[in-house]
T-cell receptor
Framework: KQEVTQIPAALSVPEGENLVLNCSFTDSAIYNLQWFRQDPGKGLTSLLLIQSSQREQTSGRLNASLDKSSGRSTLYIAASQPGDSATYLCAARSGSSNTGKLIFGQGTTLQVKP | NAGVTQTPKFQVLKTGQSMTLQCAQDMNHEYMSWYRQDPGMGLRLIHYSVGAGITDQGEVPNGYNVSRSTTEDFPLRLLSAAPSQTSVYFC???????????????FGAGSRLTVL
């Protein structure tokens, strides 16, 4: 059974710092892995999606990497800003197609202090 | 485009009552799904649909029913509400159920349900 874990549960950093959020999964047979952002009381916004054949994806100040063999993904945020404060969730889609179940981690709540 | 629209945003029920959470998308997405989000549990899949007329169970389907009579709508029904169903519910959709390419989930804003 796939399990997705995100550590730490909460992180506080000063503005401008580069940071890494971690996501680990127990079953390496994933179809893709997706990173989301959730603002308080709001829905989830997709940030990056990495296919199982890819190593990384980049969007602006965000870079997500995927290492299937070690069961890890990281979300790198460069030059953090107060507006980056949110909860970040990773989700691994199990199996060999897009109909596999999407299993979410519990999230890392990030606070970027001005 | 409105994207994924969920109603209501807030609802309080008494134990044993029934209700329907509505989800609609205007993006012609094939795939639609319902998740519940609970503290310390992450998001868990309740039911999903890969197209009109097709539904299947997720991780935690008990106590919930779904139907997909149209591509646009995917309502979630609570048959007899229980306090354990107090949660925030999210509807999500994506363009294709089966695709060789990337497929991104779009989420609604959520529906907060409290069962007393």
């Amino acid at each position: 059974k796939q399990e997705v874990t995100q550590i730490p549960a909460a992180l506080s950093v000063p503005e401008g710092e580069n940071l890494v959020l971690n996501c680990s999964f127990t079953d390496s047979a994933i179809y893709n892995l997706q990173w989301f952002r959730q603002d308080p009381g709001k829905g989830l916004t997709s940030l990056l999606l990495i296919q199982s054949s890819q190593r990384e994806q980049t969007s602006g100040r965000l870079n997500a990497s995927l290492d299937k063999s070690s069961g890890r993904s990281t979300l790198y945020i460069a030059a953090s800003q107060p507006g980056d404060s949110a909860t970040y969730l990773c989700a691994a889609r199990s199996g060999s197609s897009n109909t596999g179940k999407l299993i979410f981690g519990q999230g890392t709540t990030l606070q970027v202090k001005p | 485009n409105a994207g994924v629209t969920q109603t209501p945003k807030f609802q309080v029920l008494k134990t044993g009552q029934s209700m329907t959470l509505q989800c609609a998308q205007d993006m012609n997405h094939e795939y639609m799904s319902w998740y519940r989000q609970d503290p310390g549990m992450g998001l868990r899949l309740i039911h999903y649909s890969v197209g009109a007329g097709i539904t299947d169970q997720g991780e935690v389907p008990n106590g919930y029913n779904v139907s997909r009579s149209t591509t646009e709508d995917f309502p979630l029904r609570l048959l007899s509400a229980a306090p354990s169903q107090t949660s925030v519910y999210f509807c999500a959709s994506s363009l294709r159920a089966v695709s060789s390419g990337a497929n991104v989930l779009t989420f609604g804003a959520g529906s907060r349900l409290t069962v007393l």
